[in-house]
């Protein structure tokens, strides 16, 4: 079984197009993330749900708005997408809020491009 | 704020080659330090971690020791593998927030 899942693996969409990326953990976590990768790897977190509750917003465009119907998903809705919005997009989940020595565990990433 | 500094790549190493990627961090409080392998094409997985000062972490020959007095947490392996070509990446994560920070990943290179 897969732990944490991303759907759609890869996404080739329009400028100014809207797209939702889908992510699911069956781990039990209580702590899920989305975090960028640009095309040079760089990683940067974007959002941050415990208990379907919003704890980290970076800075992101209001472009991005992540939605958590339960604490086992977390999704990501992108509104007129850019140009610049392309890059690998990971989804993560950890357990227990407040313990520093929890490991991520990490989706196989969506890689969006926009064209 | 926090942060993690990596050493450049890519490494290029031959096969058997010893391996070290150099990571420094600066966190406030006492946070838990990570390495994450990223292979071609997939995502990120825990390659080890070690949550005090002088904890060694160590996975599929690979080890790493958290050195609180050079704020250090440099990933070393004896004799590398061509599978072991991948980006790795340092984290850490501070207890009181709910997000790692990663440094820039560092580009392995293994040769036969």
């Known amino acids: 079984d897969t732990a944490v899942s991303q759907t759609p693996k890869y996404l080739v969409t329009q400028m100014g197009n809207d797209k939702s990326i889908k992510c699911e953990q069956n781990?039990?976590?209580?702590?899920m993330y989305w975090y960028k990768q640009d095309s040079k790897k760089f990683l940067k977190i974007m959002f941050s749900y415990n208990n379907k509750e919003l704890i980290i917003n970076e800075t992101v465009p209001n472009r991005f708005s992540p939605k958590s119907p339960d604490k086992a998903h977390l999704n990501l809705h992108i509104n007129s997408l850019e140009l610049g919005d392309s890059a690998v997009y990971f989804c993560?989940?950890?357990?227990?809020?407040?313990?520093?020595?929890?490991?991520?565990?990490f989706g196989q990433g969506t890689r969006l491009t926009v064209v | 704020g926090n942060s993690v500094t990596q050493m450049e790549g890519p490494v290029t190493l031959s096969e058997e080659a010893f391996l070290t990627i150099n990571c420094t961090y600066t966190a406030t409080g006492y946070p838990s330090l990570f390495w994450y392998v990223q292979y071609p094409g997939e995502g990120l997985q825990l390659l080890l971690k070690?949550?005090?000062?002088?904890d060694k972490g160590s996975n599929k020959g690979f080890e790493a020791t958290y050195r609180k007095e050079t704020t250090s947490f440099h990933l070393e392996k004896g004799s590398v593998q061509v599978s072991d070509s991948a980006v790795y990446f340092c984290a850490l994560r501070d207890t009181g927030f709910q997000k790692l920070v990663f440094g820039t990943g560092t580009r392995l290179l293994v040769s036969p």
């Open positions: 993560a989940s950890s357990q227990a809020q407040g313990l520093g020595n929890t490991e991520a565990f």
């Open positions: 781990l039990g976590h209580d702590t």
């Open positions: 070690a949550t005090k000062a002088d």
